[in-house]
């Protein structure tokens, strides 16, 4: 079977954000503001800027694999890529005045839950071959950062009270939730897979086996994004689904590479049949 382009991929991680528009679970003001034209347009030049710096590689982010010996310990690196987003989340959040209905706390829960998760990963699971650059570390914060403020602004500001009537619908909001925690037991998972592949002062990398490396390359990738449909449509509003949208580009890309990257150093790697992040279909 031919390797199937990243269309399709990006086809795939859309279709449920039509399927929650056409279903009700995707909050729009009904009269957009400029703030939200505004918002609408970063997340296009995000998902442009996506697909031409790291699916045509004109400017792709530097790590782990892909990335030349850096001078940030990974460990240090890493964790201030995740812990940056989170803080500034909190900040954000407190500078609107801290709104603490039901679903303000949920939103704020999830939020900074997965970069949380992220940092504990950092600090207890990953096992790194290679530091991290510094141009890296600032540019992965930076990204993560403007989506922290972007969606704390978004669920918190611009849902007005509307957010209120948010938790109404509970089988919206269970849904959202058991897919955002299958995503981050997912994500969690293969993660302990992949440093478990690796014995202890060995930096040489392996196929990854085990779990959902038998269906995809980057099972990792599936669930990261699994988490943020979750968290999108638990919360609702459109400026959740503008944290999915832009993931959706950046991880088929990184994934389409990362496919790319075994076939070229592994004689025994899977042909192009193998699918890089959505089990069956991309």
């Not at 918002?39 to 442009?48: P, T, W, Y």
């Not at 950092?122 to 930076?142: G, N, Q, R």
């Amino acid at each position: 079977m031919a390797e199937r382009p990243l269309v399709v991929g990006l086809l795939t991680g859309m279709a449920p954000v039509l399927l929650a528009y056409l279903r009700g679970w995707l909050w729009l003001p009904e009269v957009l503001a400029w703030q939200d034209y505004s918002l609408l347009a970063l997340c296009a030049v995000v998902c442009i800027s996506n697909y031409f710096n790291e699916y045509l590689q004109w400017f792709p982010l530097q790590y782990s694999k892909f990335a030349p010996e850096g001078g940030v310990p990974a460990r240090l690196g890493w964790f201030l890529m995740y812990f940056s987003p989170a803080v500034l989340y909190l900040a954000t959040w407190y500078q609107l005045g801290a709104p603490s209905s039901g679903y303000d706390l949920m939103v704020v829960g999830l939020y900074t839950g997965h970069f949380v998760k992220r940092c504990l990963e950092t600090m207890f699971v990953h096992k790194y071959s290679k530091d991290c650059l510094l141009l890296t570390v600032i540019e992965i914060a930076a990204f993560y950062s403007l989506g922290a403020v972007v969606t704390s602004y978004s669920c918190h500001v611009l849902t007005g009270d509307h957010r209120l009537s948010f938790l109404d619908d509970s089988h919206r909001v269970m849904v959202g939730v058991a897919v955002y925690a299958l995503g981050q037991l997912t994500n969690l998972y293969h993660h302990v897979l992949l440093a478990g592949l690796r014995p202890a002062g060995s930096f040489r990398y392996v196929i990854p086996t085990g779990g959902l490396f038998s269906l995809i390359v980057c099972p990792q990738y599936f669930g990261e994004l699994l988490s943020w449909l979750g968290f999108a449509v638990a919360a609702h509003c459109y400026g959740a689904y503008l944290c999915y949208i832009p993931m959706i580009v950046y991880l088929c890309s990184r994934a389409h590479h990362t496919h790319r990257w075994y076939a070229t150093k592994f004689d025994n790697y899977p042909d192009t049949s193998t699918q890089k992040i959505w089990p069956l279909i991309y």
